[in-house]
C-alpha cells in the first residue's frame, strides 16, 4: 500500500475513534467544524486528508493536539490493524478473483475497525494453530476459484483451439515429443538442455528449470515422455498466452506472488487440454459410460490413449466432467505415501459444488484406511505393477451420501521410495445414474467409510489405526448436557 494512502487510511481510523469516544454524530463534529458531513464521512474512510487548518479545526473539537491527530502511532484497540495495512497483505490477498475491490474492504476496516481487528486477529490466531503457511493459503484460495468455476474455464479452451489451428495440430491424435518440441525451438528460441540437472543431486525432485533471459530448458534427463509432454505444453502456454509473470521450476518450489500461482494453474490447465483435447475425450467417455459394467481394464486403456499420467488424466476429468455430462458433485484427492513411514499425506484436493467427502484435516488425524485410494497405494507398494486401478463404492456412516470413487497408484514420478494414487469421487444420484450406467453394476465393491478415524463410529473395523477420540469426547459431552438438563428439571 502506499504511503499516501496509508496515511490517509490510518487519519481516518483514528478521526472516526476519537469521535466516537466522545459520543459526537457526523453531523455533530460537522456543526462544531462547519466541515460537511460528506468530507468528514470521505476522510473518515480514507478517501481524503485535510489540509492543515481543518487538522487544527478537529482537533480543537476533538479536544487532543494537532500532533496526535496526525501522528500515524495507534492506540492498541487499532495498532493490529495500522500492522495489517502496512504489512501489505491486503495486497497479496487476491481479492481481484473473486470480484472483491480492495476499496470496498477498506471501508469496512473503516466502518467497524475493532470488530475487523477481532475477525483478522482471529484468523492469524487459527492460522497460526494449524501451521497455515502462505502457500496453503494461496492454493486455498486458487481451489476456491476453480471451484467457483466448476474447473472449467471456457477461455483457456478456446485458446488450446486456436494454438492447434494456428500450428496445424491435429487433437484427433495423441501429441508426440517432436511436435512440441520443434514449436518450443523454432517458433519461441528455446535450448533444451537435458544434461545439466540431473549433475545437481539437490535438484533431484525437479524435471525442468526455465532460464528466462537465455530461454535455456533446463529439463531433467529422468523425465518420461508424459512429464516432458507436460512441461513442453506448459512452456508453450506461457510462451502463447503471453504469461510472464510465472514460475520457472517444475515442481514449483517458491513463488514471488499470488499471480504466480494463478498462472501456473492457467498454464497447466492449458497443458492439460492440450494434451487430452475436450472433444476427444468427451466421446470417449460417452461411449464409456454407456456400459453396463465398469471393466477397469478398459478404463486403464482408455487413460493410455491420452497419456501414460493417470494424474493428468484425472484432473481433466475435473474440467470435463461438470461441463459436459452436468456432474458437479465431483471431488479429486492426490495422497503421497512412503511405506518405511506408513504416513499417508493428501497434498491436492478439488472439491466441485460442495465440500463432499473426504477432505484434508490439519489436525494430523488418521484418514480412514477404508478409502480406495489408500487401498491402492497398499497394494501398489508390495505389486510390481506400475499402475494399480480399483473402484469403489463409499457410503459414509453420516450422512446418506454414496460416492463412485475411481483410483489410480503409481510410483510417485518424483520421489523415489514413495508412491502416489490419484482418486476420483462422483456423487451417486438419480442424475449421474442417468448419465453412468455402469453405477448400478453390482460387481463393484461396496464399503462404509469414514472421514478419519478420530471421528470415525464404525464398530470393529479392521483397518482403524487410531481410537476415536473425538466421537467418544462428543459422546461425554452428550451426556454431559443429558445429565445437566435432567437436573435443571428437577429443580425448576
Given amino acids: 500500500m502506499i504511503e499516501e494512502e496509508y496515511v490517509r487510511l490510518i487519519f481516518g481510523l483514528k478521526l472516526k475513534q ?6 459526537i454524530s457526523l453531523f455533530g463534529l460537522a456543526k462544531i467544524t462547519g466541515l460537511s458531513k460528506s468530507y468528514l464521512n470521505e476522510i473518515e474512510k480514507g478517501k481524503k486528508y485535510p489540509k492543515r487548518d481543518k487538522i487544527i479545526n478537529l482537533a480543537v473539537a476533538l479536544e487532543v493536539t494537532y500532533d496526535h491527530l496526525v ?30 475491490k480492495e476499496r470496498d474492504l477498506i471501508d469496512i476496516i473503516a466502518d467497524a475497525p475493532i470488530k475487523v481487528n ?12 494449524y501451521s497455515l503457511s502462505k502457500e496453503s493459503f494461496f492454493l486455498a484460495s486458487l481451489r476456491s476459484y476453480q471451484e467457483a468455476h466448476n474447473n472449467y474455464f471456457e477461455s483457456i479452451e478456446n485458446d488450446v483451439e486456436k494454438f492447434a489451428k494456428s500450428y496445424s495440430i491435429d487433437l484427433s491424435k495423441k501429441l508426440e515429443l517432436n511436435d512440441l518440441q520443434d514449436i518450443l525451438v523454432e517458433e519461441y528460441g528455446y535450448t533444451i538442455n537435458n544434461d545439466e540437472l540431473v549433475e545437481h543431486k539437490e535438484l533431484t525432485n525437479l524435471r525442468s528449470i526455465f532460464v528466462a533471459k537465455t530461454k535455456i530448458l533446463l529439463v ?14 506448459k512452456e508453450i502456454a506461457y510462451n502463447f498466452l503471453n504469461i510472464t509473470d510465472r514460475l520457472y521450476t517444475f515442481s514449483w518450489i517458491k513463488f514471488d506472488g499470488f499471480d504466480q500461482v494463478l498462472n501456473n494453474f492457467i498454464a497447466s490447465y492449458f497443458a492439460g487440454a492440450l494434451l487430452i ?14 456400459s453396463s459394467i465398469l471393466d477397469p481394464i478398459v478404463f486403464q486403456t482408455l487413460i493410455s490413449e491420452f497419456t501414460d499420467s493417470p494424474e493428468t488424466f484425472y484432473q481433466r476429468l475435473t474440467n470435463i466432467l461438470p461441463k459436459d455430462f452436468n456432474l458437479k458433485n465431483l ?12 504416513d499417508y499425506q493428501l497434498t491436492k484436493e478439488l472439491h466441485i459444488t460442495n465440500l ?26 508390495i505389486s510390481k505393477n506400475n499402475h494399480l486401478f480399483e473402484a469403489q463404492i463409499s457410503s459414509y456412516q453420516d450422512t446418506d451420501n454414496e460416492y463412485l470413487v475411481l483410483a489410480s497408484a503409481t510410483k510417485d514420478p518424483f520421489r523415489n521410495g514413495y508412491y502416489r494414487s490419484i482418486g476420483l469421487g462422483i456423487l451417486i444420484s438419480s442424475h449421474s445414474q442417468s448419465k453412468i450406467n455402469f453405477l448400478k453394476d453390482t460387481t463393484i465393491k461396496k464399503r462404509e467409510v469414514g472421514v478419519t478415524c478420530e471421528s470415525c463410529a464404525i464398530q470393529n473395523c479392521k483397518e482403524r489405526a487410531a481410537e476415536p477420540r473425538k466421537l467418544n469426547r462428543k459422546e461425554r459431552f452428550a451426556k454431559t448436557d443429558s445429565v445437566v438438563q435432567s437436573l435443571m428439571e428437577k429443580y425448576s
Fill in 277 to 290: 483435447p475436450r472433444k476427444k475425450l468427451v466421446k470417449e467417455l460417452k461411449l464409456f459410460f454407456e
Fill in 220 to 233: 531433467s534427463s529422468e523425465a518420461d515422455d508424459s512429464q516432458r509432454l507436460f512441461i513442453y505444453a
Fill in 331 to 342: 471431488f479429486f484427492l492426490r495422497f503421497n505415501y512412503k511405506p518405511e513411514r506408513n
Fill in 71 to 100: 501522528s500515524l502511532k495507534l492506540d492498541k484497540n487499532l495498532a493490529p490493524i495500522g500492522e495489517i495495512l502496512q504489512s501489505r497483505i491486503l495486497k497479496e490477498i487476491p481479492f481481484d478473483i473473486f470480484g472483491i
Fill in 18 to 23: 476519537l469521535r466516537t469516544e466522545k459520543n
Fill in 356 to 381: 463432499q467427502e473426504p477432505h484434508a484435516n490439519e489436525n494430523n488425524e488418521h484418514y480412514c484406511r477404508r478409502w480406495v485410494s489408500i487401498k491402492t497405494l497398499n497394494e501398489i507398494a
Fill in 118 to 129: 477481532a475477525f483478522i486477529s482471529t484468523l492469524f490466531e487459527i492460522a497460526k494453530n
